[in-house]
């Protein structure tokens, strides 16, 4: 997101080589106050405060000077050296204006606030959404004291506060069917405000749900006078009797807004799916792919292609990267999922999908007529296409518009290396520190806080694989009475660890699976059979003999496994190659190999090392 300084969430400093680690709490807190405060002096009395909630040691002004010049020292790593002054009575941070987030979170509301008042509704949601998603969870939460723990709650309230606008503006665009989930979350988490009851009351009242929206009224009134003895305010009771008499509750048509909108008679689709709220890490890939799609030259569409094994979290980063990225392409962004367990997987039924969303009501029947009529469609537009889950280059190559303003996001557990001028994103695993993260935003930072020892475990056993740290964190999460401990217990045993690593319809044996079922049989009869070999690393010639084949046609073959991303190959410094198992891909063979090599001697692991 390019910024230096992110404190709506966890506190974060990115240098130009990644995150900059800030370990000592004191100096963490220093710093936060710092920021909360950006531009203007903090004394150092307030910094005693914020770091002995009011009883200062007396040496707490040495104290504060050490941790001023600690943090410069951390801020030249981050690439921001002298952004940190000494001015009476105190310290100041002055930092350029987008280097942190709640400074660009304040822009942007500003912004988003102006649209909306001049009626330029689409620009408005589109920056509202840019701005809810600089928040990362809870501020600051990890800070222990009081100082910071008030100025969260401001915060807090700020979000909520700017939520509601957002939600404001859609219901004005029309969206009252897709927000209904949302409002109820929102209601059922705070039960007594009354603005996003409403809100909730007016959505289910436009979507013909008019029984429901009176329920929401009355559950709401009810837990009013039990909690506090007081009716519902003016507007609640005005918005219930306009329901009550039948009003029609349809707004009116939006005012299509200038400058970034789409152009007249045109249709704007998004069909980009949900953004995921709790998306942790991998902000220089974010950055790369910002800076690959969004490029000054016109010359061609741009196209990245993400690579990477099974699990490691492709699609969230495509599905992030396309939301951030809204506001470039004002005409719309399209959305297909390619793999093949997706129904209308094939070109010609999404360029179906795709002709239709662009407002196309005479499709043509043949592939060759639509992709055609789709680059014509495409041509003049700003538009993003994402692409998830591609396995040939075939597969996408009918979906490329070719046209200067448009990119194309392919993501693919193969390296597509096959298309044309594409910019190569290969997305590796999670390391122990951003596991941690996640599981903190799906179970929640108070109970990982409680058992972070523990937390740290699960995250080793998930072997850096961010679909096996969202389930586990599911579970986890569905099952409050568990401590962490005991997930971890039940993990431990291997012979097990897949079939714990399963929550409704996740599971990464299934995830895995779909890499396997797409081999030819050669290989999937490699794969198994590797899943014998104690070893996670070996050498290609161990392939010849667990086949019974040629070295040559054998290699080929383990080739064809790297190429499916259920092995790694690495060049050694002596220039040998040499082949591993993700851990939990290697717990996969070997359960294959159990159920449908049974009859296979392993007379050969002496060769695997």
Known sequence: MGQTFRILGPLEVYGPTGAVPIAAHRQKVVLATLLLNAGRVVPTSRLTEALWDGAPPSTARDQVQICVSALRRHLRAAGRPGVLVTRAPGYALCLPPDDLDLAVFDRIEASARTLAREGRLDEAAALWHQALSLWRGEPLAELDSGVIRAATVRLAERRIAATEEAIDVRLRLGEHRELISVLMELVAAQPLRERPRGQLMTALNRSGRRAEALEAYRRGRDLLVEELGLEPGEELRK?????????????????????????????????????????TGRISLLDRVRKALVRPDGDAAHLMAISGPPGVGKTALAVRAAHLMRETFPDGELFASLGANHEGGEPEAILHRFLGALGVTDIPDTLEARAELYRSRMAGRRMLVVLDDAALESQVTPLLPGTPGTAVLVTGRPRLTGLPGAVHLDVGLMDAEQAVELLGSVVGQERVAAELTTTRRLAVLCAGLPLAVRIVGARLASRPHWTIKQLVDRLRDERHRLDEMAHHDLAVRASLAASYDGLDEPAKVLFRRLGTIESTEFVGRVAGPLLGLEPARAEDILDDLVDARLLEARRTEGQSVRFRFHDLTRLYARDLATVEESGYERRLLAVAP
């Open 239 to 279: 918005l219930e009797g306009a329901i009550l008499r039948g009003t029609d509750g349809t707004p009116p048509a939006p005012v299509r807004s200038g400058g970034v909108a789409p152009r007249p008679g045109t249709a704007r689709p998004w069909m980009v799916p949900a953004d995921i709220a709790d998306f």
